[in-house]
């Protein structure tokens, strides 16, 4: 989890030394297309899914409207789950060779897929092969393969491509959380935009029990989820088309910029936004003017 990330956490919860004790990443190093390794400052701290669970607890208990209805997970009301590209991925937990890598983290690209490395503790690490079967894709490394030994059990595959519902709102309900809006890992932003979902959503239906206009809210709430992954599409791309030439590389570029027409053209129908997020609360444009 990025610092940007963590300062939002931590603001949100108010919780100012939030996973202070968690183990650091200080570097990455970016193994892109025909470039040689790029080794750049990061900075970053682990944790697992477990980790914000504990950390973080379940929900306050605080109602809202008893109308509106907050869906993170499927079944959902209404709307299929469309994937931007397919890249089928898999987890291991793996040991580092070697002491300097511990507070670094690697992405390579390789032949028709890309492997992440992350270092989790000592020399523990975890490693994440998109695109195929994580042995194929390490013997084609050339920087990753060679700083890892002892593989693990490698998980079953997962879809790790961009994907959202296609409805997100309702008469009486609103989607968020990966299982309604999912980002591609190699942004690194899934956890921080999870978190400014729900912000979002709780901003509108805190404007909803004010009694403000509970459709255009919910509009609004759809809309800004349609605009946030358009924009990661957007930078998806920006990756996708320097890792690779070949065919795995094309499709994936190819799926990513369908989602982004169909993503401009759902705003093409959409109204202007109308509302401004201040602090946890949306305010209408014009009385915020």
Known sequence: MSDTALALLRSVFDRPALFADRPRITHRVVAWGAGEPVRLPHDAVVVSEGDLDTALGGPSGVAGPADIAIHTAPPFPQGA???????????????????????????????????FLIPSGDAAAWLLAVGGPAETLLGRSRRVAPRIEGVGRISAGFETSPRMLTSLQGPDWLACGSAAIAFDPICGDGTAQSVREAILASAVIGAIGEGGDPVALRVHFESMMVAAIRRHLRLCAQFYASGGDG?????????????????????ARTPEPRFELHDFRLVAREAAA
Do not use: K
């Not at 590209?85 to 040991?95: D, L, M, N």
């Not at 499709?251 to 989602?259: P, Y």
């Open 81 to 115: 789950l469309r994937s931007f590209g397919s890249r089928t991925a898999v987890a291991a937990q793996v040991r580092l060779r070697h002491e300097a890598d511990r507070s670094v983290c690697w992405i390579e690209a390789v032949e028709a897929g890309w492997l």
């Open 247 to 267: 065919a795995w590389w094309r499709a994936q570029l190819t799926g990513l910029a369908e989602g982004f027409d169909w993503c401009t053209a759902r705003l």
